[in-house]
């Protein structure tokens, strides 16, 4: 039997080149060993003395070296330590080969000097190539599992997807991006305070059993959307799934986690430009017919006004419909501005200046339980505006915001108005954001301390058929996007259930 005395911590060549590097002062068992080598296949670089070694360990990186401890310039065991403290080659395995390794102080003292193996002479060409082509083989294996677990690491570390193992139902180990999308501390999850099924939405339970199975079954599951409940009780949309690491004595398991938030937001911006466009069409035609009857109405009638005389006993009934038919014209230009596509007196506005002269409205408009303060800046950039049309934006929005508090709640409104910029990121946040460009805008704040909106309910204030009134149609706040529409603009809304709700307005300045 060969007496190979080995470490259970040994160095790999992270190059994956199988070059050995063969070192012995005496010429003729140096190239006996390197034609043994070299007969089978492996690359062998030879080195007589110890300074001659570690140049070659430098230079050429070898896999494994086969060091023998009688050395005429540096004691093989000093040879040995400098590989190992040296960081460019300290991952090099290194077979210390002598006929003193009888001696069990030998072995004791090739080990402290770091050598990986020390083997003991006389050895047969044979077992030379089983030796070196063995630790070849555990280098190139140990090489790849550390490649792999540096590319899971760099995969763990990314800021680009949550990943999570799981043992059971504890989470063992997740990167930070899955602990932002659940809003759980990492202290939390040392502490093994986190597991799935309390994170989970419980009408999910059904779909994480089925997923579990399969994982059982054929070691992974099919990714599926699911809904975690952050620490702060909000609710996330994610697509997850898994792959099984190991199945006894307990399931372990890797997830793979994606926030479907930024998604979700964008494909309900895009359903609901699309509902509103569709709209806008019917209101568009709508207003065109209207338009053109209110027209020829209100020309019979200012005829039949001149024709008739100043005491002729009809001339009330025509003035009064022609305040009908005007009405009528009103309506039209309001339907207009709805589809987005408006005749309006567009003109420079001053934002600030139009909301102060509405105070006298906006107060009558307001209840006296409910406190209206004003923060309007002097000095903003103007807009290029319809100044009838941001009125009815700014009532409509009071009067939302009166509805939000309550038939009988006291409460307060507050309106400001300020200026800022919008980037390419920012201008997602705002409804509408089809027809915003970044760039300078205006911003009317409108506040209110009402039960607030959530997650649902903010997703369709917007949509012309949803009200939370139990009677009406709810049009009010999808005319204020029709009129932002048609100015280039955008509404952002924010709030939590019970601490009021913000909508903010933005309008391109001139």
Known sequence: MLPIYLKSDYAMNSSGTTLVLNVDHDDGKRHAFTRTLADRGVMVREAATGEAALHLCRAEQPAVVLLELNLPDIDAFEVCRRIKSDPGISHLQVLQISAAFTDERVVVQGYDSGAD???LKPLSPGALVAVVDSFARRKDRESH???SAQRFRRLLE???IGILVCEEERIIEANDVFLRTVGHARQQLQNGGIRWRQITAPEYAALDEAARRQLVETGECNPYEKEYIRSDGTRVPVMIGAVRLQLEPRLKCISFVVDLTERKRMEEHRLLAQKLETIGRLARGAAQRLNVATMGVLGNLHLALE??????????FVKAAMEEANRMADLSKHLLGYGGRPRFVVEPVAISKLVNNLEGLLRASVPPRIQLTLALRDGLPLIQADGGQIQELVMNLVDNAVEAIGPERPGAIAIETRAGVLDETSIH???GYEAIEPGEYVFLLVRDSGLGLDESIKAKIFDPFYSTKD??????LTTVLGILRSHKGGIHVSGVPGEGTVFTVCLPIT
């Open 145 to 147: 599992l550390r490649e």
């Open 117 to 119: 193996a020390c083997i």
């Open 429 to 431: 946040d705002y409804v």
């Open 307 to 316: 024709s008739s005389g100043e005491n002729n006993e009809h001339r009330p």
């Open 158 to 160: 990314s800021e680009t």
């Open 471 to 476: 009677i009406g149609r709810g049009l009010g």
